[in-house]
């Protein structure tokens, strides 16, 4: 089932990531509230589940609901598919007396160039707001986002769908596809 023909941009190798069981839960907080989108066959998938394989775990999968092709979108344009410069970490790793599971949004302060941290909810909030009314912030995540800080701490990279940029695609699908993932970020909303 899993062999060379795989999509290669739905598959994470862990490699030198020091706590891949760490790492696979945080991506897994992810299978409900973000898009992943493939470049190489210009799919957006919103309907997936990350899967372990391969004899020593260190590899993860995106595998596409097969039931459920109306959840993967086609035609869709890598330059419509840009870098935000946000990332989300889990606050378990960040702050050890946080007393349960959370998401910070982290970015790069515009006045000192220093890195600062949100809580994930108030921070898309505030990135919502900021693209409002010009366009929706869609987020959406790629395979090349997951990285390691410190070979500890798992942070996902956001980019963002810019639907508007979606040339080969009717106006009736770029609103399916806008509410598709507003709907899934929804989901952060209950992270704290």
Same mark, same amino acid.
């Given at each position: ?79 419509? =598919?840009?870098?935000?410069? &946000?990332?989300?970490? +889990? ?5 050890? *007396?946080?007393?349960? $599971?959370? !998401? ?22 505030? =990135?919502?707001?900021?693209? &409002?009314?010009?366009? +929706? ?5 790629? *395979?090349?986002?997951? $990285?390691? !800080? ?43």
């Amino acid at each position: 089932m899993i062999g060379g023909s795989v999509n290669q941009d739905l598959v994470w190798s862990l490699g030198g990531n020091t706590f891949p069981e760490q790492t696979f839960g945080f991506l897994k907080r992810f299978e409900a509230a973000l898009c992943l989108f493939s470049g190489t066959v210009s799919q957006l998938y919103s309907n997936y589940e990350i899967v372990h394989f391969g004899h020593d775990g260190r590899k993860l999968v995106a595998l596409p609901n097969a039931f459920a092709a109306h959840d993967t979108f086609n035609n869709i344009d890598s330059d419509a =598919v840009e870098p935000t410069g &946000l990332y989300i970490i +889990p606050t378990e790793v960040t702050n050890l *007396n946080a007393p349960e $599971k959370g !998401l910070k949004l982290v970015y790069r302060c515009s006045k000192t160039g220093k890195p600062k941290s949100i809580p994930l909810h108030e921070g898309l909030e505030k =990135v919502r707001q900021k693209y &409002l009314p010009k366009e +929706p912030f869609l987020p959406v995540m790629i *395979n090349r986002d997951l $990285k390691s !800080l410190n070979g500890k701490i798992p942070a996902m990279h956001l980019h963002r769908l810019r639907v508007a940029k979606l040339d080969q695609i009717s106006e009736l699908m770029k609103m399916d596809i806008s509410k598709t993932v507003e709907d899934k970020m929804n989901a952060f909303y209950g992270e704290h």
